[in-house]
């Protein structure tokens, strides 16, 4: 099973800075590398999928990067809605599945 | 609106079964890929398991396989899991997700739409 792991586990900014979350995969996801944000409460929300394709509605503010087993999630200017926690998601091949990473809480400062 | 709405959660003892469903509306249901994910209260997402468009293809989690089972009717544009021999540590809020692909497992990449989700207590 491909291992997905985050870093930070919290990242503490101001609203107005960037951040960047770190996505790290055991072996090769090739592009197939999705992030979600999730606020208390809520569903998650699908922010970028293929690693680097903005979904339906996201802000440009919101990019990602990456391919293989490494991948970055960057918010380019922090608005007060965007503190919540953020997960990244592959597929595998095989065996068949899907994994999360664990999560990194985005909080203010 | 594209919207997905599950129902069927409950509290159920160790052991037994329950049956959740999600209701789609606002897009092709027979065209797309459907998924559950949970997750545990305070936890993270953890997928449970995926259906191609059509029904012919069907993958669990570990965690699930041989205990839940997941179906669709797409006459009723309704994606169902039945889950059996329920245990403790399937506590948590069930979510029913729409993939973005439309093809079979290889073009389900992505979880785009999500329902509200449905809480599972198992508990004696």
């Known amino acids: 099973e491909i291992v997905l792991t985050q870093s930070p586990a919290t990242l503490s900014l101001s609203p107005g800075e960037r951040a960047t979350l770190s996505c790290r995969a055991s072996q090769s996801v090739s592009s197939y590398l999705a992030w979600y944000q999730q606020k208390p409460g809520q569903a998650p929300r699908l922010l970028i999928y293929?690693?680097?394709n903005r979904a339906t509605g996201i802000p440009a503010r919101f990019s990602g990067s990456g391919s293989g087993t490494d991948f970055t999630l960057t918010i380019s200017s922090l608005e007060p809605e965007d503190f919540a926690v953020y997960y990244c998601q592959q597929r595998s091949n095989w065996p068949p599945g899907y994994t999360f990473g664990q999560g990194t809480k985005l909080e203010i400062k | 609106q594209v919207q997905l709405v599950e129902s069927g959660g409950g509290v159920v003892q160790p052991g037994r079964s329950l049956r959740l469903s999600c209701a789609a509306s606002g897009f092709t249901f027979s065209s797309y890929g459907m998924h559950w994910v949970r997750q545990a209260p305070g936890k993270g997402l953890e997928w449970v398991a995926v259906?191609?468009?059509?029904?012919?293809?069907?993958y669990y989690a570990d965690s699930v396989k041989g205990r839940f089972t997941i179906s669709r009717d797409n006459s009723k544009n309704t994606l169902y899991l039945q889950m059996n021999s329920l245990r403790a540590e399937d506590t948590a809020v069930y979510y029913c997700a729409k993939d973005k692909g439309q093809g079979d497992y290889g073009d389900l990449n992505a979880f785009d739409i999500w329902g509200q989700g449905t809480m599972v207590t198992v508990s004696s």
């Open positions: 259906i191609s468009y059509d029904g012919s293809n069907k």
């Open positions: 293929d690693a680097s």
